[in-house]
């Protein structure tokens, strides 16, 4: 019984350990515009975090953890250049978050007049 009740307890501690991670600090949506595209995460990523092919990746409506978007600013994996504390404080960074977080769905190609008179399905 014992094992039972520190096998929960490990998973609840964990648990919890996870949520954190997950949730990221309070954002300001204006302010996170105003330093994406201010700071130049627009040139590679695009208006609104649309992404580009050739540049950078979507980061609209991303479903990464504050924390791992945070650790990527911080230490990317490509070639995007560091964006360390001191150049980009953890409330910025929490701001653009919520920024990307907040932006509105693609539209389905069939609501895109202009590619539906080019044939795309």
């Known amino acids: 019984m014992f094992k039972t009740i520190s096998s929960l307890a490990a998973f609840a ?11 990221a600090p309070a954002g300001d949506i204006k302010n996170g515009e105003k330093h994406f595209l201010s700071d130049g ?11 580009a092919a050739l540049t950078g990746p979507k980061l609209s409506r991303t479903a990464l953890p504050f924390e791992a978007f945070l650790n990527q600013l ?18 910025t960074a929490a701001d653009i978050y919520a920024y990307l977080k907040a932006q509105p769905a693609s539209p389905a190609a069939k609501d895109l007049p202009l590619l539906m008179g080019m044939g795309v399905k």
Request: include cysteine; glycine fraction near 12%; aromatic fraction near 8%.
């Open 74 to 91: 911080r230490k990317p994996a490509a070639e995007m250049a560091p964006y360390e504390a001191a150049i980009m404080p953890e409330k």
């Open 13 to 23: 501690l964990f648990s919890g350990a996870a949520l954190a991670q997950d949730a």
């Open 41 to 51: 995460c627009y040139q590679c990523h695009g208006v609104g975090g649309n992404g």
